[in-house]
């Protein structure tokens, strides 16, 4: 059988009506070599810091890749089989598979499961224009796949930090813990190398007293910061203290995961009262809700002082299936959305900061409904509010089009903040800012087209959605 | 720089395919000078009682339009800076701007926050349908704008009686309270002038205990009508009273704007208790919620003797910041929708009242989600159920095109009621019922284009939509 | 008047785009001619059984389809002008219509209304495939429309049995109760006729302790079976007992029409409790709805054993119309979707055996903001779960397209199980699949046109959702 050729069609993407596409295409050409500004996201500063060779095709395409072996995984096929490793504390199951060409074999062997998806579109873009490969994925190729990536991988050019500079990336973001003491960060600094690598201040392990081992990282968080982290003041002083690190390591936003956007406006008597609850273990679910809800109030009174921009990514139920997280951890593809409400949940910090003009919040979703009820009106009024772009699940061509379809109307686009790739596969980011430009080109190739904007608006706005807002708001 | 054209492109929002566009187009022509019937809506009756001209450009197009300044002030535009007066118990705050030209340049400067939003198209086709204008609004054209407005203000055509002509508005509907004398309706009747303006009842002010000033309007409420309103039986007489004289003034509806769609339906000493409590101060949340939804189902109950046709505007969170309504009042561009359940709420009114045949309740949403979930079932089974356009934030050409998809393959055409423009912008009223009928001769098209019904339909549907509709479903 | 033609476009429900449609064309010849396998569905057995005609085109296209009656009383038709029964205990109401033609003529009158609904299509396809009929229902066709069906209704070739082969019906299976004697399969089976029509085990009559006579229910159970269905392990082992029976007379799968998707994991003492209290007639609506749970987990638990494959049918809120339940009974259009969750409510049962290789759970929705929010995200993890078809309401063409621009991008196709016409209209069942092929190669062509996927793969999918899925999963 002839391979089957793989195709980046120069068009994908664009609607099949030719004066829209047409207009789509033509917008496109003014953006698709804009740098990339990659605001937020979980790659791993000691990949630039160290600069060594990514290990094997395997490696970087399946084993980190939640999206990639959640599919797979509900198609039947075990994660022992795709080489992710067992905890410590993990059940009895099945031996894990070490052969990696027999793991690329397997994920070969299911590569149809992925047909209208986008880490089909992510993973061919990848395949095609970082590895020069021309033939589609298949049991048949499996083996050639695997050949030349690998072989690549030992090559100079594709390390880490000639990616990076090949992917025009501007500027990457990455997200640490408060505990973390950034090394990498303050390596890849010291290296004299350009690429410009910041982090971002994601407390969640020290802001949810349901966050695993919440109590030790607390103490942690105190010997860090020479702060008394069982007092409300001394808690409120450490973050300052990691927040101005953070900043001088470059960090230009923090970053919260909550599960729901719950946030509260106590007294601090009841914020100290909090505190010794989680401290000793005995905050009800409801008090660790009331406790996260009031540190996103801090965390805005603390941003109206250092500058830092804010987001808030809530309505993810973390772990939803337990057997998964007892024997392969967190971030392995069960987690669920859930319903969620922001007009009540951030009436708290709105009533406190709403107003302000010189904060920043940036709210994400995974729950599309709210973004023509809750999110495009608050954004729509709210100084401080601005709408992240489609997240996770709804990081797909589909969802941008629902995003700008039911959001534009009332937020706008200057109420919105470009794209965010979100993600910790390396590979995938080139792709994923190529979706969000085509998408956006294709959104606006369409306004224009129905006579609801003009073309020269189009024209001007492209550059925008594509670079120039992300920069702006995340002040970078 | 050259001006920039002001283009009203005829094609405008028209799906771009050749085919389903030339269908579009055709139909379009058959609706677009029907005569307007504005069924439900907030425009001033004093303007056409007094037929005094408009005062200038910023006067007319941005202190009265919250969807206007609510989009500046997400962007940082203090609201004093646009003219937006103070309440007399504002806080501190800036002084207000005065210069109604200063204004203008400042609405002019971000215009571009419009792009891709309803507002834009309403005031491009004010801008040149009714000040034939032709260049479009920049901060180089501020001026020109401003100059050439208000000299038209100034010319007796462009007074409101003139322009309610040329708008061919066949009847418009105002909202007023029980406790309004409507004596500018009067002053209308007894002039002479042909021009149609009638009332709707619009009882939230005497009807919800958590309304400004509810005690005091019960009270305005028994000497207008001579009952005693500490009484339920007393009360509810008031209302059949103001419900007459309202009906003698023309009005053919009722209008219920409620933070949710709850109905009750309890015995007489319950209804009596919540009175009591109401007028005390001392009703709970809950009862003040159980008073307002006993008062849908009483009110369903009126409209079954006198005909009056029934609206429900569910689910605002009104006056969402409270530093701008302390400062500024209600109406400001501060109310957020809110997640709206219909199955349950109305259940207690339909159990009493959802058989009947000669009664009309009209249902709107803030919440999309009810379209193909709650609303359209219900109408499609309900005879009382009858389904209003989309609404306020959802008053836009996407979100006709959800509501049209959404609701028609189970609600069908025939259980909505053509379009409202429900707008207090009097100049936008042309402009939003041309985007109705551009929409729906668009989704027509799309349904004839694809062969789910005969253009044959399509043309007959086409004038229901734009016109006979609405007038049979509010008893014009 | 001329007679209007009844026109079955070959090109209808695909877009108006040539090169999308001409794709979309080629994708649907393939799969047109393909059998009907049909493994979800409300018919009634004795049909195949008994093979005696159908009775008059009343009886057949208007009395037993709620589609139909529900949209004329929405616009004010009494149920009984148009023949459907009155209960026992039904209140005082008008006479009982019993002339078939002139029924037939108001339902001719009121054609109009299902401009745009499925129904219409449905309708008009049976018209013109099964019957022939060339001219659209008006009331200037109705005599002739009632006249050439009752004519055809009594020739052999418009049996059920004939008609279930001219269908091209591979398999077809009914839904029966546990206490169903299932002596019409039976019968079918012994009589030498080769349609396979088998049957799906639905125990919500013995399930839900709020099901109409649920106590006579578990004596009647515990008579068939031999068990004592008072105790809880006599309960199950009746289940156990029955399934097995089912089975044997051809059922594949069970299914359950509970109101939410609520599923618990209690211990046995505690569901012993549960059954005490429900057949005491004591449980509150908390405990049946753990109850109703509970059983959930059982089923999948022997699914386990059986291998019947399980469908989950949640969120209809059943009779919410009180006159019509008690005039008219069950079934009566007057059921209406709820909100319904899916990520805490299914936790119980995937925390138990969501990971089981061996079971399938198909989940169905009345509420389509779970799409692309839970039930994407947990089919595309979850081992057990995939998603059924756009369901009741939402199988339509728009619901259809929804549901695979919400799901597809999360869920991709392999965790979808093709079409269901769950149905009691036996002649819609071809129109329905027709529709559902229309429209699954509609999307399959625009993602080959916008390159999302190769056009091989859509000519290799398109089969495969047309037929071998369904096939797949239900195990038939």
Same mark, same amino acid.
């Given at each position: 059988? #002839? @391979?089957?050729?793989?195709?980046?069609?120069?068009?994908?993407?664009?609607?099949?009506?030719?004066?829209?596409?047409?207009?789509?295409?033509?917008?496109? $050409?003014? +953006?698709?070599?804009?740098? &990339? =500004?990659?605001?937020?996201?979980?790659?791993?500063?000691?990949?630039?810091?160290? /600069?060594?060779?990514?290990?094997?095709?395997?490696?970087?395409?399946?084993?980190?890749?939640?999206? +990639?072996?959640?599919?797979?995984?509900?198609?039947?096929?075990?994660?022992? /089989?795709?080489?992710?490793?067992?905890?410590?504390?993990?059940?009895?199951?099945? @031996?894990?598979?070490?052969?990696?060409?027999?793991?690329?074999?397997?994920?070969?062997?299911?590569?149809?499961?992925?047909?209208?998806?986008?880490?089909?579109?992510?993973?061919?873009?990848?395949?095609?224009? =970082?590895?020069?490969?021309?033939?589609?994925?298949?049991?048949?190729?499996?083996?050639?796949?695997? /050949?030349? &990536?690998?072989?690549?991988?030992?090559?100079?050019?594709?390390?880490?930090?000639?990616?990076?500079?090949?992917?025009?990336?501007?500027?990457?973001?990455?997200?640490?813990?408060?505990?973390?003491?950034?090394?990498?960060?303050?390596?890849?600094?010291?290296?004299?190398?350009?690429?410009? =690598?910041?982090?971002?201040?994601?407390? %969640?392990?020290? +802001? /949810?007293?349901?966050?695993?081992?919440?109590?030790?990282?607390?103490?942690?968080?105190?010997?860090?910061?020479?702060?008394?982290?069982?007092?409300?003041?001394?808690?409120?002083?450490?973050?300052?203290?990691?927040?101005?690190?953070?900043?001088?390591?470059?960090?230009?936003?923090?970053?919260?995961?909550?599960?729901?956007?719950?946030?509260?406006?106590?007294?601090?008597?009841?914020?100290?009262?909090?505190?010794?609850?989680?401290?000793?273990?005995?905050?009800?679910?409801?008090?660790?809700?009331?406790?996260?809800?009031?540190?996103?109030?801090?965390?805005?009174?603390?941003?109206?002082? %250092?500058?830092?921009?804010?987001?808030?990514?809530?309505?993810?139920?973390? !772990?939803?299936?337990?057997?998964?997280?007892?024997?392969?951890?967190?971030?392995?593809? #069960?987690?669920? @959305?859930?319903?969620?409400?922001?007009?009540?949940?951030?009436?708290?910090?709105?009533?406190?900061?709403?107003?302000?003009? !010189?904060?920043?919040? &940036?709210?994400? $979703?995974?729950?599309?409904?709210?973004?023509?009820?809750?999110?495009?009106?608050?954004?729509?009024?709210?100084?401080?509010?601005?709408?992240? @772009?489609?997240?996770?699940?709804?990081?797909?061509?589909?969802?941008?089009?629902?995003?700008?379809?039911?959001?534009?109307?009332?937020?706008?686009?200057?109420? $919105?903040?470009?794209?965010?790739?979100?993600?910790?596969?390396?590979?995938?980011?080139?792709?994923?800012?190529?979706?969000?430009?085509?998408?956006?080109?294709?959104?606006?190739?369409?306004? *224009? +087209?129905?006579?609801? &904007?003009?073309?020269?608006?189009?024209?001007?706005?492209?550059?925008?959605? *594509?670079?120039?807002?992300?920069?702006?708001?995340?002040?970078?």
């Amino acid at each position: 059988m #002839a @391979p089957v050729p793989l195709n980046l069609h120069p068009d994908r993407l664009f609607p099949a009506d030719p004066a829209t596409r047409g207009l789509a295409r033509r917008l496109y $050409t003014t +953006v698709k070599d804009l740098p &990339i =500004v990659s605001p937020h996201g979980h790659t791993d500063a000691q990949w630039f810091a160290d /600069d060594t060779p990514f290990a094997n095709a395997t490696a970087l395409f399946i084993v980190p890749d939640h999206y +990639v072996f959640r599919m797979l995984y509900s198609q039947g096929v075990a994660l022992e /089989d795709l080489g992710i490793p067992r905890t410590a504390h993990a059940g009895e199951g099945r @031996p894990l598979e070490r052969d990696t060409r027999k793991i690329w074999r397997t994920f070969a062997a299911h590569y149809h499961l992925f047909r209208g998806t986008p880490t089909r579109m992510w993973l061919d873009h990848a395949f095609a224009t =970082v590895f020069g490969i021309d033939e589609r994925l298949t049991p048949a190729s499996a083996d050639r796949y695997f /050949d030349r &990536i690998n072989d690549c991988l030992g090559r100079p050019e594709f390390r880490p930090r000639a990616l990076f500079e090949r992917f025009k990336l501007e500027v990457i973001a990455t997200t640490e813990s408060p505990l973390d003491p950034l090394v990498h960060h303050r390596r890849i600094r010291d290296s004299g190398w350009k690429g410009r =690598v910041v982090t971002a201040y994601r407390p %969640d392990p020290v +802001v /949810d007293p349901e966050f695993d081992g919440f109590r030790e990282n607390l103490r942690e968080f105190a010997a860090l910061t020479g702060e008394d982290t069982a007092q409300w003041g001394g808690y409120l002083a450490a973050h300052r203290n990691r927040r101005a690190f953070f900043k001088s390591m470059g960090a230009t936003s923090t970053d919260h995961g909550h599960p729901t956007a719950t946030t509260c406006d106590l007294p601090e008597s009841a914020c100290q009262r909090l505190l010794d609850r989680a401290l000793a273990g005995t905050a009800s679910p409801d008090e660790a809700e009331q406790f996260r809800g009031q540190m996103l109030t801090e965390m805005a009174r603390m941003s109206l002082d %250092d500058g830092l921009v804010m987001q808030i990514h809530p309505g993810s139920f973390r !772990n939803h299936n337990p057997r998964i997280h007892r024997d392969f951890g967190r971030d392995k593809g #069960a987690d669920i @959305p859930a319903r969620t409400d922001y007009v009540r949940a951030l009436k708290p910090l709105l009533d406190r900061f709403g107003n302000e003009t !010189n904060l920043t919040v &940036i709210l994400f $979703t995974l729950d599309e409904t709210v973004y023509s009820r809750e999110l495009a009106p608050l954004a729509g009024h709210y100084p401080i509010l601005k709408l992240g @772009p489609p997240w996770w699940f709804h990081d797909s061509p589909e969802g941008m089009q629902r995003f700008r379809e039911q959001a534009t109307e009332t937020a706008g686009f200057y109420n $919105t903040v470009g794209f965010n790739d979100d993600t910790r596969a390396f590979m995938s980011i080139p792709a994923r800012h190529d979706v969000a430009r085509r998408m956006d080109c294709r959104f606006l190739a369409t306004l *224009a +087209v129905e006579h609801k &904007i003009g073309e020269d608006e189009a024209f001007e706005l492209a550059p925008l959605l *594509a670079y120039g807002l992300a920069k702006a708001a995340y002040r970078l």
